[in-house]
């Protein structure tokens, strides 16, 4: 019933700034929950990248803060990351997740299939 659809990402050149979108299905509540990014790099762990809480205030990991922008749109069910100045190192599965009803951050019960990221030199 609950979907998460990821979209927006590709192959891009360092310097690049895409953004990426994750549109929720079947999540009633989409307003009262936190909604986060992560992201897994081939062989490594995944990783926390922002999360956005119900009031719209921001966390990001200090590898990507100042560069990429968390921000959600309740009226579509949508969340967005904005990612400008990619590096090599930022290639990743980029998945988003949805928390408890609530608001709560830190606890994911739902998540996207993800969309690649690959940034080239």
């Known amino acids: 019933q609950v979907q998460l659809v990821e979209s927006g990402g590709g192959s891009v050149q360092a310097g690049g700034s895409p953004r990426l979108s994750c549109t929720a299905s079947g999540l009633y509540t989409y307003s009262t929950r936190c909604m986060g990014w992560f992201r897994q790099a081939p062989g490594g762990e995944r990783e926390f990248v922002s999360h956005?809480?119900?009031?719209?205030?921001?966390t990001y990991s200090d590898s990507v803060k100042g560069r990429f922008t968390i921000s959600r749109d309740n009226a579509k069910n949508t969340l967005y990351l904005q990612m400008n100045s990619l590096k090599p190192e930022d290639t990743a599965m980029f998945r988003c997740?949805?928390?408890?009803?609530?608001?709560?951050?830190?606890?994911?019960?739902?998540w996207g299939q993800g969309t690649q990221v690959t940034v080239s030199s």
């Open positions: 997740a949805a928390g408890p009803t609530g608001g709560a951050c830190g606890t994911w019960y739902y």
């Open positions: 956005i809480n119900i009031n719209s205030g921001t």
